[in-house]
């Protein structure tokens, strides 16, 4: 008898995974003293992760980042914002499998 092998079915994520996953990261991260939330745009209140720092942008089965933060003081800000890019961009990778198109990190002020 041949077993036919069938696909177990879909797994769909949900976009406030990928916010949360992102946010998670970015928090871990030495230098990061917390989320900004971004500037105001007229869709902001559309926006995933809106109030969380996040915003996620899915585009041809790729995701675009945008992470805004608050730094501590007497920090690297060039190398707490590609440790940013590159943790976040491994924690996509390795726990959704999805491609990360782009990280970009805001730096919306210095904690004192």
């Avoid at 809106?50 to 915003?55: D, F, H, L, Q």
Wanted: net charge neutral; glycine share 8%; aromatic share 4%.
């Amino acid at each position: 008898m041949v077993a036919h092998s069938r696909p177990p079915g879909k797994t769909t994520v949900a976009p406030e995974v990928l916010v949360t996953i992102a946010r998670l990261t970015t928090l871990g991260i030495p230098g990061v003293n917390r989320l900004a939330t971004y500037p105001g745009e007229v869709n902001r209140l559309f926006d995933r992760g809106a109030s969380e720092g996040v915003k996620i942008n899915v585009e041809d089965d790729k995701v675009y980042i945008d992470i805004y933060v608050i730094l501590n003081r007497d920090v690297n800000v060039r190398e707490v914002a590609r440790n940013i890019q590159a943790q976040v961009a491994r924690a996509i990778t390795e726990m959704v499998g999805m491609e990360v198109g782009r990280v970009n990190v805001h730096i919306e002020d210095i904690q004192y």
